[in-house]
């Protein structure tokens, strides 16, 4: 499956920001989907995980309260709602899948990363 991740931007903190991710080729169904970020000089970090259709999410304990994780299982997208934005989330948002499990930092599928940039 080819990922796409669109959304990012620059935004203060406290503000928010929507990030979606579509495929170019094929269709989301039956795979897990997922948002995994890396910092500059950090190592990759899962941040929040859908199932499919998406009755079960999980969020990493630092986005908790603040990100949600969403799919359309019609128009073939996964969206990631961040509010109340924080410095420390600054990184490049990866959109991610996997068939046969829940997504991790070694996901099969990867689309190519959209730039989040927190203003304190």
């Known amino acids: 499956v080819q990922l796409q991740a669109s959304g990012g931007g620059l935004v203060e903190a406290g503000g928010s920001l929507r990030l979606s991710c579509a495929t170019s080729?094929?269709?989301?169904?039956?795979?897990?989907m997922g948002w995994i970020r890396q910092a500059p000089g950090k190592e990759r970090e899962f941040v929040a995980g859908?199932?499919?259709?998406?009755?079960?999410?999980n969020y990493a304990d630092s986005v908790r309260g603040r990100f949600t994780i969403s799919r359309d299982n019609v128009r073939h997208t996964v969206d990631l709602q961040m509010n109340s934005l924080k410095p420390e989330d600054t990184a490049t948002y990866y959109c991610?899948?996997?068939?046969?499990?829940?997504?991790?930092?070694?996901?099969?599928?990867w689309g190519q990363g959209t730039q989040v940039t927190v203003s304190s």
């Open positions: 080729e094929g269709d989301l169904s039956y795979y897990y």
């Open positions: 859908i199932s499919w259709p998406g009755r079960n999410v």
């Open positions: 991610a899948a996997d068939r046969a499990r829940p997504v991790t930092t070694r996901a099969a599928f």
